[in-house]
């Protein structure tokens, strides 16, 4: 069964500074993970994916993350927070569980980007 | 870009009523999804649907829902006599790839449609 975990449900930020958002998963084979952001009223947008290509993977707005099997963690960062920056981020692990590939959301993490 | 689209955003209903969330999902796409998302909780898969049938639901998919593609464009979600606890948003999402497929493509989703249940 795969599972994901997003430890913090808040983070905070000044405008400038880096952002790390947490996420570790729990996959019984080789995954692949997601990350999502859902600005207030607003859908859910991709940021980037990871597909067992590069373990380091650039998404859009200057967003990075780093798949690191050893630690089970595919961790968001970036160097310098934007006030547009706030928004709901969510980590998402998809794996071929029973034959089928259904994405697995995490409980989500709320940055707050103080000017 | 193409875009997954919604309607209604927000839906309002009585307790017992039946609704229908409507989304049309990006054109040359076969996979369609719906999720949910009650407030202050995870969003939780609910179905897939391919080639006019479900190919995957998760158990809160009980006979209350049903999923339809009525015609070319269109992907539904119909809940019958709804119930407080159905209030959530949900979303709808497609992909080029589906849940069996050797490819994860990502998922792409509508703003959603924010259902209240009184």
């Known amino acids: 069964a795969q599972s994901v975990t997003q430890l913090d449900s808040h983070v905070s930020v000044s405008e400038g500074t880096p952002v790390l958002l947490r996420c570790n998963y729990s996959?019984?084979?080789?995954?692949?993970l997601f990350w999502y952001v859902q600005h207030p009223n607003k859908g859910l947008q991709l940021l980037l994916k990871?597909?067992?290509?590069?373990?380091l993977v650039k998404g859009i707005n200057g967003f990075e993350a780093e798949f690191k099997k050893s630690e089970t963690s595919f961790h968001l960062t970036k160097p310098s927070a934007h006030m547009s920056d706030a928004a709901e981020y969510f980590c998402?692990?998809?794996?071929?569980?029973?034959?089928?590939?259904?994405?697995?959301f995490g409980r989500g993490t709320s940055l707050i980007v103080h000017p | 870009e193409p875009e997954v689209t919604q309607t209604p955003s927000h839906q309002v209903t009585q307790m017992g009523q039946e609704v229908i969330l409507r989304c049309v999902p990006i054109?040359?796409?076969?996979?369609f999804y719906w999720y949910r998302q009650i407030l202050g909780q995870k969003v939780e898969f609910l179905v897939s649907?391919?080639?006019?049938?479900?190919?995957?639901k998760s158990e809160i998919f009980d006979d209350q829902f049903s999923v339809e593609r009525p015609d070319g464009s269109n992907f539904t979600l119909k809940i019958r006599s709804t119930k407080l606890e159905d209030s959530a948003m949900y979303f709808c999402?497609?992909?080029?790839?589906?849940?069996?497929?050797?490819?994860?493509?990502?998922?792409?989703f509508g703003n959603g449609t924010r259902l209240t249940v009184t």
């Open positions: 054109s040359n796409h076969l996979y």
């Open positions: 996959s019984s084979y080789s995954p692949s």
């Open positions: 649907f391919y080639n006019n049938e479900i190919s995957e």
């Open positions: 990871y597909t067992s290509a590069a373990t």
């Open positions: 999402a497609s992909s080029s790839a589906g849940p069996r497929s050797s490819y994860n493509s990502p998922l792409h």
């Open positions: 998402v692990v998809s794996d071929r569980t029973g034959g089928s590939y259904i994405p697995t």
